[in-house]
Nanobody
Framework: QVQLAESGGGLVQPGGSLRLSCAASGRLFSSYVMGWFRQAPGKEREFVAVISWSGATTHYADSVKGRFTISRDNAKNTLDLQMNNLKPEDTARYYC?????????????????WGQGTQVTVSS
């Protein structure tokens, strides 16, 4: 089992950058496939990015490909999401998610572990 806590959200202008972090507690973090999902008001929660336990494999939603980068540090039990060239349509609450199923698919379903989320607002 793992507990997840996100940080790093905020208000940013279009074209700007933010870095989200997820701190994980629990001994099994390094063995879990981890991901980021987001939910905008009035919309379904959607997949953003996923990373294998080793960090060797990543997949991104088409809407963020080339702009977002997912990474992890298993020694520090952290998961990050670097978001560049942000757009108003990226506005959402972003959630860290743990223990996604393997093998990793291009658009994976979520795992059972969620953080509380962090709000990202892109607006001028």
């Amino acid at each position: 089992q793992v507990q997840l806590a996100e940080s790093g959200g905020g208000l940013v202008q279009p074209g700007g950058s933010l870095r989200l972090s997820c701190a994980a507690s629990g001994r099994l973090f390094s063995s879990y496939v981890m991901g980021w999902f987001r939910q905008a008001p009035g919309k379904e929660r959607e997949f953003v990015a996923v990373i294998s336990w080793s960090g060797a494999t990543t997949h991104y939603a088409d809407s963020v490909k080339g702009r977002f980068t997912i990474s992890r540090d298993n020694a520090k039990n952290t998961l990050d999401l670097q978001m560049n060239n942000l757009k108003p349509e990226d506005t959402a609450r972003y959630y860290c998610n743990g223990d996604l199923p393997e093998p990793i698919s291009a658009v994976p379903p979520p795992g059972p572990y969620w953080g509380q989320g962090t709000q990202v607002t892109v607006s001028s």
